[in-house]
């Protein structure tokens, strides 16, 4: 199972910090990956991060700005979001899979998404 939290609502221009805990059968996937998914628009990739060696990789519109940290003793995923902007409103959502994917349909298991809103 995966649990996102940590959404809610912010400033443009200010920073959130979302976290995910894995446990069950999630183990058996060695990636971690965040996606978000804005009001009628298809869910977007964010990144993914390896539980073994912590190596990131980043959508070219998320570099920058998006950091994903992983602490395998507490079985957590975090997203750092900096700046943020009207734009990246949205349900954040973390998921696994077995290799570094951007595709939603690679992955395996869901969490039920954390809501993001930026607005002043």
């Known amino acids: 199972q995966l649990q996102a939290s940590g959404g809610g609502l912010v400033q443009p221009g200010g920073s959130l910090t979302l976290s995910c805990a894995a446990s069950?059968?999630?183990?058996?996937?060695?990636?971690m990956g965040w996606f978000r998914q804005a009001p009628g628009k298809e869910r977007e990739f964010i990144g993914t991060?390896?539980?073994?060696?912590?190596?990131?990789y980043y959508g070219d519109s998320m570099k920058g700005r998006f950091t994903i940290s992983r602490d395998n003793a507490a079985s957590t995923v975090w997203l750092r979001m900096n700046n943020l902007k009207p734009e990246d409103t949205g349900v954040y959502y973390c998921?696994?899979?077995?290799?570094?994917?951007?595709?939603?349909?690679?992955?395996?298991?869901w969490g039920q998404g954390t809501l993001v809103t930026v607005s002043s």
């Open positions: 998921a696994t899979t077995t290799a570094v994917r951007a595709s939603p349909q690679a992955y395996h298991f």
């Open positions: 069950g059968r999630t183990f058996r996937y060695s990636v």
């Open positions: 991060i390896t539980w073994t060696g912590g190596t990131s």
